[in-house]
């Protein structure tokens, strides 16, 4: 094995291959399960990937790896359930889950297509739309609010010190020390806003899931306000900053491949079967960190207890083993079962929600916008290899139609 093949994970990490990891993860599959000079474990094929993530040896427990490598993020604090093990992970899901119950999901499309049909009316005379800006970033936004009962003025607040604490979140600034300090400062300022917002709602009930939780019934214990701070902060955050990704990149490909844009816009019926090839093809979420509880073999290589491991989950969809010709993009393909929403216990809890706002904006986007154009391809991306997308995406339009 060549040096550089030892090293693809740090290529990936590199912001010079945002545009385009596919030929890195491509490289990456000839070596299932690779162990990086730095000591971190690399898990690149899709039977392998799956298998990690259904594993309870692979703990998401930053605290309990190498401390080097996977620095936990914010010094000293108990991290939110997607970074703790069970059984404090199984009770805190169960606590969001009996809340955010799919009949609410399913509930949301006539709001769902109110905040559409508002942002494509504000755009109505516009001969260029960034679908970041005007769209993709907006929507999830304002919709996560309303769940929670955040709100939505506030916005402006706490997207500043988002931004930051994904910049620090990047396993490829590790070593960078202000982002560090930039990404804790912004936690706290994270927390010590949810934390005022919550005694609010501890004294006035209102709408919303966070009051739902504080004033339920039904809780079989009840949540200690710091586990419901960070739960809460976790839920704000990914409850928008990869859906953001998933519709962006959505518009993207469809620009790309026009001709599937226009299959779109005669057969909306076939929208939830195109997003979950988006999902496989350009995942929002890239990979995710586990750290071994014990000795693990995967895939004839031997793991050493304590090793920080990578799964790609991007590298899984595109594995040719699992999906046959793997690079094209179709949304017509059957069984795509992808690894985007992870698997196992922490199978992602917004999965339907990401779902619905995908599927009810790309079918907006499709009927309404007229000859849309991509006014640079690549776009700009995000910083993050984690998190990945455009940071926007600028396309010149003939028109934004009425309603139809
Ligand atoms: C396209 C959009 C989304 C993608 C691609 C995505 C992806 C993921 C992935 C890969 C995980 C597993 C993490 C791991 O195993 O380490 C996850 C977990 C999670 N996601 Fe999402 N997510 C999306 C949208 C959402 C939304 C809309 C919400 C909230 C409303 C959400 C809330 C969560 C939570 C709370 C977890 C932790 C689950 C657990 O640890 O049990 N996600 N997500």
Partial sequence: ???????????????????????????????????????????????????ALLDPRFSVDPRKGDRKLNRPLVDGQEPAFVRLDPPKHDWLRRQVMSKFTPELVSGLSP???????????????ESQLDIVEDFAYPLPVTIICEI?????ADEPRF????????????????????????ANQASEQ???????????IQQQPRDG???????????????????????????????????VNLITNSMLTLLRFPEHL????????????????????????????????????????????????ALMLASANRDPARYPDPNRFDPARKNIEHLSFGNGIHYCVGAPLARLEAQIALVALARRITHP???????????????????????????VLPIV
């Fill in 209 to 243: 899931l966070l009051s739902a939780i504080i004033h339920g019934k039904q809780l079989e214990e009840r949540i200690s306000k710091d586990d419901l701070v960070r739960t809460a902060v976790l839920l704000l955050i990914a409850g928008h900053e990869t859906t």
């Fill in 373 to 399: 154009r991509l006014l640079s391809d690549p776009p700009p991306y995000r910083a993050s290899s984690l998190l990945r997308g455009p940071r926007h995406l600028p396309v010149s339009v003939e028109r």
């Fill in 1 to 51: 094995m060549s040096v550089t093949q030892k090293n693809l994970f740090d290529r990936v990490l590199d912001y010079a291959n945002r545009a385009n990891p596919y030929p890195i993860y491509e490289e990456m599959r000839k070596q299932p399960v690779v162990r990086q000079d730095d000591g971190r474990y690399v898990v690149s094929t899709f039977n392998e990937v799956r298998a």
């Fill in 262 to 309: 226009e299959r779109l816009r005669q057969e909306p019926e076939s929208v939830p079967n195109l997003v979950e090839e988006v999902l496989r093809y350009e995942p929002p979420v890239q990979y995710v960190l586990r750290n071994t509880l014990t000795d693990v073999t995967l895939a004839d290589v031997k793991i050493p207890r304590g090793s920080p491991v």
């Fill in 190 to 200: 994270l927390n010590s806003y949810m934390s005022d917002l919550i005694t609010r």
């Fill in 159 to 182: 997207h500043e010190w988002t931004e930051r604490l994904i910049k620090g979140f990047d396993v490829g600034q590790r070593h960078n020390e202000e982002l560090r300090i930039q």
């Fill in 111 to 125: 709001r769902i297509e109110e905040i559409v049909l508002d942002l494509l009316n504000g755009r109505r005379n």
């Fill in 148 to 152: 929670l009962g955040v709100p939505r």
